[in-house]
Each structure stands twice: as C-alpha cells, then as structure tokens.
C-alpha cells in the first residue's frame, strides 16, 4: 500500500474528525493551559477594578487569554504526529473560530457576576475618584466593558493561530515532514531529491516574513532605505550602554522580510523550473 492511500485510509477510519479534534483541545496539556488562560483572564478582570489608571499590565490578561490557548492549540501541531495536512486546517478552523470561545465565554461571565455586586462596583468608583473621574478599563461604563472583554478576547483569539500557523506551525513541518507540508499544492511537483528543500525554503521563508512584518510594524517603522542610517543609530546608543527596543525591533523585521522574501522567491523559482520540466516532458497530442 502506497502512501496516499495510508493517507486516505487514516482519514476515513475517523468518521467524526471535527468531534475527536474538540475532545484533544480539551484534554491533556490542552485542558491544563485552558484552565491557566481562564485564571489569568479573570485575574486580569479583578486586577483591573482597582486599577483606574491602567498603570499595571495584568487587566490586558482578560484580553490576551483567549489568545494564549488559541495559540497553544494551534503550536499543539509543530510537534504532534502527522499523516495529512488536512488535520492541521482542521486545527487551524477550531483553533481560530472555537478554543477562543472556550476562554472568552468563561471571563466573561465572570465579569459579568462580579460587577453584579455592589462592593465590586464601589471598587471601581472609588477607583475613578481617587485618579480624577477617569479609569482606564471601566470610563465607558460597565455594559460597554462587559461587552469589550469577551469580545476583543474573542477577535484577538481568531489572529493569534493564523500568527503561529504562519510563523511556527509550518515553518517547523516543512522540515520535519516536508510531504505534509508540501501536500496538494505545486510543491508536489518539484522532483523528490528537491522538494524537501523546495518547502523548507517557501515556508521558512513565509514564517520569517510574516515575524518581520510584525516586527517592522510594532517597532520604529522607517523606511528599508533608512536601514544604513537606523543601524548605524543603533549602534551608537548600544555603545552608550542604552538599547533603544523600537529600533531593535524594526532592524531585526527589515532583515526578516529581506531574508525571508529572499528564501520564499527562490523555493517559488524551484517549482517554476519544475513546472516547466514536466510540461516539457509530457507527451503532445
């Protein structure tokens, strides 16, 4: 028996593959980092009532913990066994679109209990009075909070497996186990002595590109024809022990889109050549 048909054969002794897919989010190491996403979430929701002037980071928690577990469940397919690349899109879809929910509904509750009590409430006004009528996560009101945090939870949770499928996931299949990886697309094309490495150069190559982006856009954000002069700034303030962490950040993206861009352009060029070799090859009516 050949290889695909194994494939094939593994897929349909699962009749239920987004059920089982459900039932391992939440077993395991999975229910262990859910459970720890849902504490940090609601810590971040009390930390947040006293806190009028947003000077502590831990209210962003209600926020970030969905996108923890989302990710987590995600970066779940960098090391697991692998026969198709179907089970990671189906990873992808319930990672996304579900494991945020399994966070976000929780917090959200409890938020919405705790403010149900006239204490909880009274820690927030004597909050905001003390930093001058103005508190940093509860000014808009508590009906316009109670529907911020499960909801930026939520969006924020759909983007964060998108970034490690992208930046991790299949960065990390292409080199161990490129035929995954390559699997249903043009890749399939290039011939087997290639083609590991055809894959390996795309999808590294798409992950560096992807953190450089992020990294260009968060840090200082000059143009790539800056780079001489923001390196050579750079420099000097290290010298002067200072590390300025936005320039840091924007040098260290240049070079991963350049890099990366690079390293996609050429895996591209490989299946191109490919391509064109078998069209040549094949037989004309």
Known sequence: MDERSTVVDEAIDDPHPFRTDLRAMLSGANLVVLIAA???????????????????????????????????????????PLSQVGTVLLRLMTACFIAPLFVAVPVGVVQAVAVAFPGVRQTIDDATSANNGFHYWWSEGIGAQLALVPGAGYVVGVCAPLAVILIIVMPVLSLRAPRIAAEGSH???????RRESATAFVFVGLGATTLGIGLWVFGDGGSIVEFPEGLGRFLNAVSYGYVPWDDAAWLAGVVLVVV??????????????????????????
């Open 260 to 285: 990366g861009v690079a390293a996609m352009g050429w895996g591209c060029v490989r299946v191109l050549i490919a391509r064109d070799r078998a069209a040549a090859q094949a037989p004309r009516r």
């Open 38 to 80: 849902i504490a940090a979430g609601v810590w971040g929701v009390f930390d947040s009532l006293a806190d009028a002037g947003g000077d502590r980071p831990w209210g962003t928690l209600s926020i970030a913990a969905p996108a923890v577990y989302a990710g987590w469940c995600m970066l779940e397919m960098a090391w697991k």
């Open 187 to 193: 890749l399939e094309k290039v011939e087997p002595g």
